[in-house]
T-cell receptor, first 113, second 112 residues
Framework: SQELEQSPQSLIVQEGKNLTINCTSS?????LYWYKQKYGEGLIFLMM?????EEKSHEKITAKLDEKKQQSSLHITASQPSHAGIYLC?????????????FGAGTQVVVTP | DGGITQSPKYLFRKEGQNVTLSCEQN?????MYWYRQDPGQGLRLIYY???????QKGDIAEGYSVSREKKESFPLTVTSAQKNPTAFYLC???????????FGPGTRLLVL
C-alpha cells in the first residue's frame, strides 16, 4: 500500500482563489519535500520541511508540517496561471545514511481565468 | 550554469533492443538517482548511487542496469528484459543521500 497519500488527485481553481493540497504519511517521516512539475518536464524543488510544526513560505506558496510529522499541506494564495502544474510531495523516512524516499502520486492543479 | 541534463528528450525502442539514457550533472553532487514516472503512480526509484563506483537497486530495478564510473555521469540502460518500458524517466542528484534531490528534464521512452 502507498505510504504517502496526496489529496486531492486534481483540482480546478479560478484565478485569484486560494487552494490547498494535502500529503499524508502512514508513518513518521524525517523530511518532507514539495516539488512542482509541468507536464513532460522535470521536477522543480519548492520547499523542504523537517521539524514538527514547521512552516515555510515562498512568494504565494506556504507549506506546513504537522507536529507529529505525518501530514503536510501546501497552500497557494491568490492563484495565478503560473501556478498550474502537478505538485508532488516526497518523504524521507530514515535518519540513516540512505533514507527510503517515497513520492506521492501528485496533484494536478488547473487555474482557470 | 550548474544543473542536470538528460538526453535524449524522446527515445524509441524496438522489441528486443537495449537502450541507454544519459544523465549528467555538474553540481559536484555525490548522490544520483533514476526514477520512473507512470501516470497516476508518482515516481518510483529504479537505482541510486551514493558515490562513484557504487550503486544500489531501488524498488523496481528488474530489467534495468546502471553504471557510475564518473561522479558527474549516471547512465541508465533499459534492457530487453524490461517488458513494459514505456514511461517518463527522471534523473536526480543530491549533495549527499540526505540532502534535497534536484531533477533533470526527463526522457520519455516509447516502444515501437
Amino acid at each position: 500500500s502507498q505510504e504517502l497519500e496526496q489529496s486531492p488527485q486534481s483540482l480546478i481553481v479560478q484565478e485569484g482563489k486560494n487552494l490547498t493540497i494535502n500529503c499524508t504519511s502512514s508513518k513518521t517521516l524525517y523530511g518532507l519535500y514539495w516539488y512542482k512539475q509541468k507536464y513532460g518536464e522535470g521536477l522543480i524543488f519548492l520547499m523542504m520541511l523537517q521539524k514538527g510544526g514547521e512552516e515555510k513560505s515562498h512568494e504565494k506558496i506556504t507549506a506546513k508540517l504537522d507536529e507529529k510529522k505525518q501530514q503536510s499541506s501546501l497552500h497557494i494564495t491568490a492563484s495565478q496561471p503560473s501556478h498550474a502544474g502537478i505538485y508532488l510531495c516526497g518523504a524521507d523516512y530514515s535518519t540513516d545514511s540512505w533514507g527510503k524516499f517515497q513520492f506521492g502520486a501528485g496533484t494536478q492543479v488547473v487555474v482557470t481565468p | 550554469d550548474g544543473g542536470i541534463t538528460q538526453s535524449p528528450k524522446y527515445l524509441f525502442r524496438k522489441e528486443g533492443q537495449n537502450v541507454t539514457l544519459s544523465c549528467e550533472q555538474n553540481l559536484n553532487h555525490d548522490a544520483m538517482y533514476w526514477y520512473r514516472q507512470d501516470p497516476g503512480q508518482g515516481l518510483r526509484l529504479i537505482y541510486y548511487s551514493q558515490i562513484v563506483n557504487d550503486f544500489q537497486k531501488g524498488d523496481i530495478a528488474e530489467g534495468y542496469s546502471v553504471s557510475r564510473e564518473k561522479k558527474e555521469s549516471f547512465p541508465l540502460t533499459v534492457t530487453s528484459a524490461q517488458k513494459n518500458p514505456t514511461a517518463f524517466y527522471l534523473c536526480a542528484s543530491s549533495r549527499d543521500s540526505q540532502e534535497t534531490q534536484y531533477f533533470g528534464p526527463g526522457t520519455r521512452l516509447l516502444v515501437l
